[in-house]
């Protein structure tokens, strides 16, 4: 069965730190680029970070927003990709999804259709 759980989320204070896992089953996810969005309530759904596949040129990407806060880091043993969150923002909270893209190495923060497979999200509140 192919899957990706996330994982991590909580409640938090601003200027805290979380770190969200993606943990893949069924497949390699070291294969794949890899990017994690977030949906506010009533907003669309955006891009945070991505990391493209390791047969790729294994680059990372950030939105501005949390550019300097966050960082994307894949653990091959694990089947994992982390996305470590600090100095956290009230509007940062969100529901975070991890996603797979299926047809290209290089990543994008776009929610591309090549992004076909998703995790079932975390939430993530920051507030005092």
């Known amino acids: 069965q192919l899957q990706l759980v996330e994982s991590g989320g909580g409640l938090v204070q601003p200027g805290g730190s979380l770190r969200l896992s993606c943990v893949a089953s069924?497949?390699?996810?070291?294969?794949?680029?890899v990017g994690w969005f977030r949906q506010a309530p009533g907003k669309e759904r955006e891009g945070v970070s991505c990391?493209?596949?390791?047969?790729?040129?294994?680059?990372?990407h950030y939105t501005d927003s949390v550019k300097g806060r966050f960082t994307i880091s894949r653990d091959n043993a694990k089947n994992t990709v982390y996305l470590q969150m600090n100095s956290l923002k009230p509007e940062d909270t969100a529901v975070y999804y991890c996603?797979?893209?299926?047809?290209?190495?290089?990543?994008?923060?776009?929610?591309?259709?090549?992004?076909?497979?998703w995790g079932q999200g975390t939430q993530v509140t920051v507030s005092s």
């Open positions: 996603a797979v893209d299926g047809v290209f190495r290089l990543c994008s923060l776009h929610a591309r259709p090549s992004y076909d497979r």
């Open positions: 069924g497949f390699t996810l070291d294969d794949y680029a």
């Open positions: 990391i493209s596949s390791r047969n790729s040129d294994g680059s990372t």
